[in-house]
């Protein structure tokens, strides 16, 4: 079965500051991935996903993620934060389990923009 | 689009009352997904419908929950007693074929048992 942990339950970064947000996956073949963004009082939206190619994945927002294979990772970056990035993300897994598809869903790590 | 609709929005019951939450996914869409969400264990899938049909049902935590999708445009969530230990906030979610895929997530459903 597959499973993926953020180490990072809660960063905070300065606005304009760079942002890292780790994620390592567990499963025996290459997996799907993705990011979600969830913020306050709302439903996860997608931030971006890796299915197979390009090991770093552009999406919206300004995000971008890269898939290390060797690492077993798949972290998600900015380059310069905003204070409208404050919310919750979640890295998730896809994979076969008992035969058809599953998604897997990480604790989240809820990200803190200080001016 | 208006997106997935989950209703109510919130929902305070008292224990052992039945709680049925609903949802209406995406026009088109033929995967349907319910999530709970707490603190202590996060994002938690419960079942997940392809074509009106459960498709996994691994994740639903007891007897006491059910799911039904009777046609492509409506599913509920059904807790038949409820427990304090339910409260959570329950999320909908579809999208046009398969786990895979991107998911659109409905606004949830807050839901306290006291």
């Known amino acids: 079965a597959q499973s993926v942990t953020q180490p990072d339950i809660h960063i905070t970064v300065s606005e304009g500051a760079s942002l890292e947000l780790r994620c390592n996956y567990s499963y025996g073949a290459t997996p799907y991935l993705f990011w979600y963004v969830q913020s306050p009082g709302q439903g996860l939206q997608l931030l971006l996903k890796y299915f197979s190619g390009d090991t770093l994945v552009q999406g919206i927002k300004g995000f971008e993620a890269e898939f290390k294979r060797s690492q077993s990772s798949f972290n998600l970056r900015k380059p310069s934060v905003h204070w409208s990035d404050a919310a919750e993300y979640f890295c998730a897994v896809g994979g076969l389990s008992g035969g058809y598809q599953k998604v897997t869903f990480g604790t989240g790590t809820k990200l803190q923009v200080i001016p | 689009d208006a997106g997935v609709i989950q209703s109510p929005r919130h929902e305070v019951t008292e224990m052992g009352q039945e709680v049925t939450l609903r949802c209406k996914p995406i026009s088109g ?10 603190m202590m264990r996060g994002l938690e899938l419960l079942i997940y419908f392809n074509n009106n ?3 996994d049902d691994s994740g639903m935590p007891e007897d006491r929950f059910s799911a039904k999708m009777p046609n492509a445009s409506f599913s509920t ?3 038949q007693p409820s427990e304090p230990r339910d409260s959570a906030v329950y999320f909908c979610a579809s999208n046009p074929a398969g786990a895979y895929n991107e998911q659109f997530f ?8 006291l």
Do not use: A, C, E, M
């Not at chain 2, 409905?106 to 048992?113: A, E, F, I, K, W």
């Open chain 2, 29 to 38: 869409h033929n995967s349907l997904f319910w999530y709970r969400q707490t």
């Open chain 2, 53 to 55: 049909v459960p498709i």
């Open chain 2, 77 to 79: 969530l059904k807790i």
């Open chain 2, 106 to 113: 409905g606004p949830g459903t807050r839901l306290t048992v």
